[in-house]
């Protein structure tokens, strides 16, 4: 301080002092503020407003995670997504529609059954059932050749299965939007009748 009153004179060091003064008020002030607002940041996360918020973004999040692993799982097949997306955006335009229908309805739960499916589907096309050579005269590769028969004739069954409930999916998701769209157009009053009615009067 000594040095600086000798090299730029008394008046210079009383600024310096101001200055440092101000500027620790500055810091105080500004941690005051800092704690009021976390203090209010803190009150605002115990709210019930927030914390629904909070529950819903999760959830949110959980949604779309559970999606993205859907679709890498197709993917990883090579097995086209054109399929779910489209069972997707029906669950998407469902909830869109009726939020509340998730309390009863599992909707996540079909697109997950969707993707096994897809994938039970392209495992009996991949399987290699072509049947025997026509010549398989040796009992054991006649016994081999009935064996691979029943397997194809079961997998057949399976893909035809498996097929069905896939279309049975998404048919079903096409009901539940037409359902909750129907709820919407019901008109419960009727002016017109009303009017007439009160002219006959």
């Not at 310096?16 to 500055?26: K, N, S, Y």
């Not at 769209?181 to 009615?197: C, F, G, H, S, Y």
Request: hydrophobic residues 50%; neutral net charge.
């Amino acid at each position: 301080m000594q040095a600086l009153a000798r090299r730029y004179g008394v008046w210079s060091s009383t600024a310096v002092m101001v200055g440092g003064v101000a500027v620790l008020e500055g810091l105080v002030a500004g941690l005051t503020l800092l704690g009021a607002t976390l203090v209010a940041a803190w009150g605002a996360l115990r709210s019930k407003g927030f914390r629904a918020w909070l529950d819903r973004y999760a959830v949110r999040q959980a949604a779309s995670a559970r999606r993205d692993r859907r679709e890498d799982r197709l993917e990883a097949a090579s097995i086209s997504k054109h399929g779910l997306a489209f069972a997707t955006v029906l669950v998407d335009r469902i909830t869109d529609s009726d939020p509340t229908i998730e309390r009863y309805i599992d909707l996540e739960s079909l697109l997950d059954r969707y993707v096994e499916l897809e994938l039970a589907i392209a495992r009996c096309i991949g399987l290699d059932l072509a049947p025997s050579c026509p010549d398989a005269s040796s009992p054991t590769r006649m016994r081999i050749s009935n064996y691979a028969l029943a397997l194809r004739r079961d997998a057949e069954v399976r893909l035809a299965n498996a097929r069905d409930e896939l279309a049975s999916i998404t048919d079903l998701l096409r009901l539940i939007l037409a359902r909750s769209e129907m709820a919407k157009i019901e008109l419960v009053d009727d002016p017109v009748a009303d009017t007439v009615a009160l002219l006959e009067v």
